[in-house]
């Protein structure tokens, strides 16, 4: 099998799915005949026609919503967001009604929202944000954030075949420029389960998404520095895989934590009080972490340069931890 | 179109309407008595536009009531106590006590998909099961209602434009309630009908006396048979009058007296009483018969509310996702090789193939004309959707062509640098 994109990756995912159930249809604003905004659903009308493969009009709300009505009806909708800066017009859907409907009512929601996120592709404030925030602080929701074209793919099954509502989040940076063979039998990957990507003794990086090859690639340099780092994955936000960090940690005993989403409220947060709660007394030296600047992303390239976190940043991160 | 209703059909729509009512009363009493947890929302006047909409379905098809159609859940089949129990926040209701009011449902049995307090947005969620509807093969209808209010949000808006263009078999109901909270409909919409709204999008509406449960039987009816022939959604306007505050707390001190008085004289249940009299359809002994029998019904029922307990406080931390404890599955009514669409398929019957291409002067011309014949437009009763339809120039469900409107010149803006961005 010839390596493939992530972006391949998870289209081969959404096909595979809508062959294996009849209750698979995808929605979104031209995903049929133009087959997505970056080709994701090229393809699938072809094969599975206008009545599950279904355009909308540029009306975030009306999707989100119709989703979940089908989702009521027995149906796995898969909704494409075309950027995911564009899910705050349908937040209300999300945060209000979908999250809350089984606990409000027992009505279980089994619907996929994905979309492209995330920056240095020069799209400026609408175009580049990675949002997984405001839905991670949403109780009810399940949060992906993938690195790689296998976990794209097999978690992008797993949340379909989901019973829960969950959001899928693409790395568009990733689309293209990482390849991968995948086997070819049919995988999943479990939701809420976190990797090791990079086994280590001095030092654990917590990270997710693009981050995660900036991470590795510091985490080489280190190494001949003779730091070993050990780098961990989340693939999953929420629910936040707390048992991976912590085992890592007490082994590790010191931390760092790496996004491309801004500091302030950032996952970085979250995972720093798990440590501080289940690890402290294994803690040798403070919880740093690497991320945007809390600004909008911003458009010109030097000025999205500035804003997102890359190798070397984590590099004196890491040395100052290594070194405390 | 008419559509005859048999007495026992009539003696039945009295009975949801004045279990509602008589319902509506206990929960009051219930809430003076401290027994209902939070606020109180009284359905009192709009008995007969809750009763007659859900009436015209049929067991197969959705509906999503908002906080004031407790009579539509009646004709679903959920029980008086079922309500008690949810105002009063207690373990056995729908909810389990995880939410109050009229928020609950029941995916399964009636088809009933629970509201949130957002309004507006049951209308893209809506129109979302009536396209799986249509995809499983289950010819259903899916109804929701929302008042004058809702019809300002976003959520609506994109909600029936979305209908529109699936041609989704999708009743909304607009009780026009003449109150948002306390927002009269003047200040709520520019517009004098909101059934209006429908023109939009090019999709058929009526209006209907939202008091007179026979009429709006009759006119939902038509409108779900309309939808059932796949001829698209339909906007019904009710228009009616909201009799209390927002909540119980709310004394409604800012509704006119006389606007009160006005509809107190065309209470829909006095009415529908006069008009099940004067149509030998039934005599006073029926009628206390129905009001002994409601009674009896309440108190049996206040007696299960009470009592239930409770929920346990560990309750509230479950069930935040449905891991393990459902499955999900598609009522597929077709068989399995029709589910999956040929590959020929991709094209839905309206598809659009008019590429547009009107007369611009001509079309500009009728524009003017038809903004002066609007001009006083007055108070209409009830429409139906053929004359509703021939005011808009169409019949088929199929989006008019669009007019250009009048254009209005801008005032002169800044130039250069400064220019309008």
Redesign the interface.
Known sequence: MAPVTMLEAIRQAIFEEMERD??V?AIGEDI?VYGGAFKVTAGL????????V?D??I?????????????????R?IAELQFIDFIACCF??IT??VA?????????V?MVMRGPSGGGVHGGPFHSANPEMYFVHT??L?VIYPSTAYDAKGLLKSAIR???PVLFLEHKFLYRRIKEELPEDDYTVPIGKAIVRREGRDLTIVTYAAMMHSSLEAAETLAREGVDVEVIDLRTLLPLDKETILQSVKKTNKLLIVHEDTRTGGIAGEIAAVACEGAFEDLDGPVLRVTAKDSPVPFSPPLEERFLPNVNDILSAARELAAY | MSYPLTRDQHLELYYYMKLNRMLDEQLVRLFRQNKVVGGLYSNLGQEATSVGTAYALEKRDWIAPMIRNVGGLLVKGYKPADILMQYMARYDS??KG??GTS???D?KGRHV??P???LG?L??????????????GQNIV?MTWVGDGATST??FH??L??AA??HAPLVLVVENNQWAYSTPVAKQVPIHDLADRAKAYGIASSIVDGNDVVAVYQATKEAVDRCRAGKGPVLIESKTMRMKGHAQHDPAEYVPKKMFEYWEARDPIARYEKYLTQNNLWDEKTKSEFAARIEKELEAALDVAEKSPFPPPELAEQ?????GC?T?????KRS?KE?????S????EWEVTDFGGFDLASTMTKQSAAAGANGGNGAKSSRTIAAAQKSAGKSNGRPEKPKVPARVPFGRGPKGKEGRK
């Open positions: 009849p209750a249809v049929g009308l072809e094969r599975f026609g206008w009545e599950r279904i909308t009009p009306s975030e709300t009306a999707i989100i919503g119709a989703a979940v009505g089908m989702s009521y009806q027995g149906l909708p209300n859907q209000n009604f809350k409907s089984h606990y409000r009512w027992g009505a279980p089994p109780p009810g399940k989901d019973n829960n | 729908p909810t995880k939410d928020h609950f449902g995916l998909v629970s949130i307090s957002m947005d209308v893209p969620v809506m129109t979302g099961v009536a396209i799986a509807g249509r995809y499983l899916a976003g959520a994109e909600g434009n979305f263009t699936q069930g935040v996702y449905c891991d459902h999900i599955e598609a009522e597929w399995k589910v999956t669409p040929p590959q398929s991709v094209k839905p």
